[in-house]
């Protein structure tokens, strides 16, 4: 499983092909599991709520184990760093911290860790995991289904339709990039990014884990890293 509107990691490219880096670990995965690879590209909601059946496999969707997420989805092995960041309109050259963004109107993807961090309430269920700090009073939430039009929102101007959003550094550095209208006001807190798992089967845990420490080890997490990023973000 994977998002289809979260540059670089993946998203549709000119072809109408899923692309990124998520895309290219996927497929390493799939090349050591010698098996063929179906990719699926479900709404944020419904990956997080895990009971995944038969209809998938593995989620590798640059996903944080928060403590909701790690109730329902297990997750063998981390396979990025990144940290969440807040972004602002390009033209708000005052906002440094989210701390002066009380009462402000902050757009986050419904469901992911962001939307929990501004409701105070994430907790990183991972090994050795920063816990995030909350400083800041109460910001209204907007929450949407596509982090694409969360920024177009905020590319409307500051205050338009939002004050600033939350998301991963390497999303808003592809929009930045882009000409997005958009800059990191600041890093929020750390943000391990693990593969998921459905709940209960530790013989897959087992084998997804020795994959994904093998890509690393023989430098292919590395090699897409840098293809689509620009340094290596997976050690």
Not at 6 to 24: A, E, H, I, R, T
Not at 86 to 91: E, I, K, T, Y
Not at 209 to 233: F, H, N
Request: with cysteine.
């Amino acid at each position: 499983m994977l998002l289809e509107s979260y540059p670089p990691f993946s998203f549709l490219n000119s072809k109408n092909q899923l692309d990124g880096f998520d895309v290219d670990v996927a497929k390493a995965v799939a090349k050591k599991l010698n098996v063929k690879l179906k990719l699926d590209t479900p709404s944020w909601e419904v990956i997080a709520a895990g009971k995944w059946g038969k209809r998938w496999d593995i989620c590798i969707c640059s996903m944080t184990p928060t403590r909701e997420a790690a109730q329902v989805l297990d997750f063998p092995v981390i396979y990025y760093k990144s940290p969440a960041v807040l972004v602002v309109n390009a033209s708000d050259r005052h906002t440094r911290s989210i701390k002066t963004l009380d009462g402000k109107r902050i757009g986050v993807q419904q469901g992911a860790s962001y939307e929990r961090y501004l409701q105070k309430t994430l907790k990183i269920e991972a090994p050795g995991a920063e816990q995030p700090s909350f400083p800041f009073g109460k910001v209204n939430i907007a929450t949407y289904d596509n982090e694409e039009i969360i920024f177009q929102d905020l590319a409307l101007g500051t205050g338009k339709r939002l004050d600033a959003l939350v998301s991963n550094l390497n999303t808003a550095n592809e929009r930045i990039a882009r000409g997005g209208k958009f800059r990191v006001a600041a890093t929020l807190y750390a943000e391990p990014n693990w593969v998921a798992v459905d709940k209960g089967d530790a013989q897959w845990q087992a084998r997804v884990k020795q994959v994904i420490t093998e890509l690393k080890q023989d430098g292919t997490l590395a090699a897409i890293s840098r293809k689509w990023i620009g340094s290596d973000i997976t050690q």
